[in-house]
């Protein structure tokens, strides 16, 4: 039986690794650099369809109560994303919705709030319906003091029944400058058990021009605590495309980042909107990359995280074979959400704090923008939701066409066709024939029964998800998003 029992993890273990080395060859990304320029549009990234440029102050409170209330007879579980939106020092670049103090006592006042929204909440849920992920973004989120984070994540367990740790994916975004061993520690012990750390750049000149001088040791202890404290997964954010950045100074970042070895690496496009971003016009214009150095940063970095061993997720995320992230991608249930890719499809999520965005059954929900109308609703003890979208069938089923694409690089028709009891070629013709195109670039094949993404096209997935978009149709194309690559 023993040895039986050793054929049999033997055979498993070889089947996994024949999985891996399926998905990486899948995944497999040319960089055509003709193709790149000619197809680098702005367009939508997509964390929802429709995306938030479509949300409407006819979505209100009201009806966000009543199909929270409907949503219970799902019995789905419950995803929770809290936003702390303060931060001690403003980044340049940074496009996030923030409030730069120095004055910590601002937290308290905040929070108090957040604790309210949360009982408000509460009460439209069912008691068991269980919170199978939680994340606490900004801002930064390790601006409140320690004790607040103990009280934060108590008043959660008061109000909603959290997964044990085993099952459940409770994660962070960590500023290494705001955190040293004895926080990630705590961290650990009040529940969380994955990290996403903010790098961007190690080089000198590049964190000058940005306004964020953050030391390679302060990152690695924080990224070594976590290991000796047990996180499951950590993560390393990167930008490209900021100022005084060159491919040789990139790329000495990305190795030390290789060497360190996290579970996942996002590469972010930096995108230059100092119109829209008031904090972005500190950045001097003539300090940016130009293009062909953005494009070459982006190349190499492809081909050394994946020479290194990270499979390319898609958009800007690379993560390790046994990552949470592959292994959803592998089985076919990656999701895409406002925190990016996700393994938990199936949620209800509540958005809670200062324009957190929420999405219960068929909606997308989102809270007031602005710090005093958000505490006026709260004062007033009403949610402070003010706009959002309900989806109609139409919507839902261009939502699971352009997941199952950005997700997974393919569109089986016959699965759409059963899910959605809809006859493809006809439901679909005409975003289909906008395909041609790329289909002559080698972007992507296109046959009977299905559409798959090719190498070359992998890069440009935002450009193929954009055909299936009946807003950007409507507008003549797209307003407002930013650059594809």
Not at 236 to 252: E, R, T
Not at 339 to 354: F, N, P
Request: hydrophobic share 35%; charged share 30%; proline share 4%.
């Amino acid at each position: 039986m023993l040895d039986e029992t050793r054929r049999d993890d033997a055979t498993h273990s070889d089947h996994d690794a024949d999985q891996v080395a399926d998905q990486a060859a899948d995944q497999r990304t040319v960089f055509d650099l003709d193709l790149i320029k000619r197809y680098d549009q702005s367009g939508p990234r997509y964390t929802s369809y429709p995306t938030a440029v479509e949300f409407d102050p006819a979505f209100d409170a009201e009806r966000y109560s009543e199909i929270s209330r409907g949503s219970n007879a799902s019995g789905r579980p419950l995803s929770l994303y809290f936003h702390i939106p303060f931060c001690d020092t403003v980044c340049f670049y940074c496009a996030c919705n923030k409030i730069a103090t120095k004055d910590r006592s601002l937290a308290q006042p905040y929070l108090e709030r957040v604790y309210r929204e949360m009982a408000m909440q509460s009460e439209l849920f069912d008691s068991d319906r269980v919170v199978e992920q939680l994340h606490w973004g900004g801002g930064t989120p390790t601006f409140i003091s320690q004790e607040q984070m103990r009280e934060l994540m108590a008043q959660t367990r008061k109000y909603f029944k959290l997964a044990d740790d085993e099952h459940g994916e409770f994660s962070i975004e960590i500023d290494p400058r705001e955190a040293r061993g004895d926080t990630v520690k705590l961290l650990r012990e009040i529940g969380f058990n994955r990290m996403s750390l903010g790098v961007q750049d190690f080089d000198a000149q590049v964190q000058k021009a940005v306004n964020r001088i953050q030391t390679e040791a302060e990152t690695m202890e924080v990224l070594q605590a976590a290991r000796d404290e047990g996180f499951r997964s950590i993560s390393v954010d990167l930008i490209y495309g900021l100022p005084n950045q060159s491919l040789n100074g990139f790329m000495a970042t990305l190795d030390r980042i290789i060497d360190a070895a996290p579970d996942r690496v996002s590469v972010f496009n930096y995108a230059h909107l100092p119109t829209r971003f008031k904090p972005q016009r500190r950045i001097n214009d003539d300090d940016l990359p130009p293009p062909e150095v953005k494009l070459d940063i982006l190349q190499a970095t492809i081909e050394r995280l994946t020479a290194s061993g990270w499979l390319y997720i898609g958009m800007d995320h690379f993560a390790r074979p046994d990552d949470e992230l592959a292994l959803a991608q592998r089985d076919g249930t990656l999701y895409r959400n406002f925190q990016g890719y996700s393994t938990h499809a199936e949620c209800d999520l509540i958005g809670l704090g200062v324009t957190s965005i929420g999405k219960v059954a068929n909606t997308y929900g989102q809270n007031r923008r602005e710090l005093d109308a958000y505490y006026e609703d709260i004062d007033a003890g009403r949610l402070p939701v003010f706009r959002g979208i309900e989806l109609n069938r139409d919507d839902e089923i261009r939502r699971d066409v352009i997941t199952r694409l950005i997700c997974h690089f393919k569109l089986d028709f016959a699965d759409v066709e059963r899910a959605w009891e809809i006859d493809f070629d006809d439901y679909f013709g005409k975003s289909v024939a906008k395909l041609d195109g790329m289909a002559k670039d080698g972007l992507l094949e296109v046959d009977g029964s299905g559409i798959r993404v090719l190498p070359k096209g992998r890069l440009l997935i935002r450009n193929i998800c954009m055909a299936f978009d009946a807003y950007l149709e409507a507008k003549q194309g797209p307003v407002g998003f930013s650059k594809v690559i």
